[in-house]
Nanobody
């Protein structure tokens, strides 16, 4: 069984910072792209940031310059450093991993709430 588990969500004031973590565990041949998505109430799930095994990154325009995605050398853990948070960043944040033989695997999500 492969598990993808997020942590690090919480309540923060506008302008504050949070760091989300996502770890994949189990029998994993290899992981390709890892990414963070978010879904606010009444809205569609959207890509926040993604990173390839080569280290190439992609960010949503709304978070560029404020969020930074990174991953460890073992390629099984990904972090999302979120700075200068805004109330509109409030959402459930989901980790997504693309795993050889399994395809896309999602975590259970972690709530991020930014108060004004």
């Amino acid at each position: 069984q492969v598990q993808v588990v997020e942590s690090g969500g919480g309540l923060v004031q506008a302008g504050g910072s949070l760091r989300l973590s996502c770890a994949a565990s189990g029998i994993i041949l290899s992981i390709h792209t890892m990414g963070w998505y978010r879904q606010a109430p009444g809205k569609r799930r959207e890509l926040v940031a993604a990173i390839t095994t080569g280290g190439s990154t992609n960010y949503a325009d709304s978070v560029k310059g404020r969020f930074t995605i990174s991953r460890d050398g073992a390629q099984t853990t990904v972090w999302l450093q979120m700075n200068s948070l805004k109330p509109e960043d409030t959402a459930v944040y989901y980790c997504n991993t693309l795993i050889t033989g399994l395809g896309s695997v999602w975590g259970q999500g972690t709530q991020v709430t930014v108060s004004s």
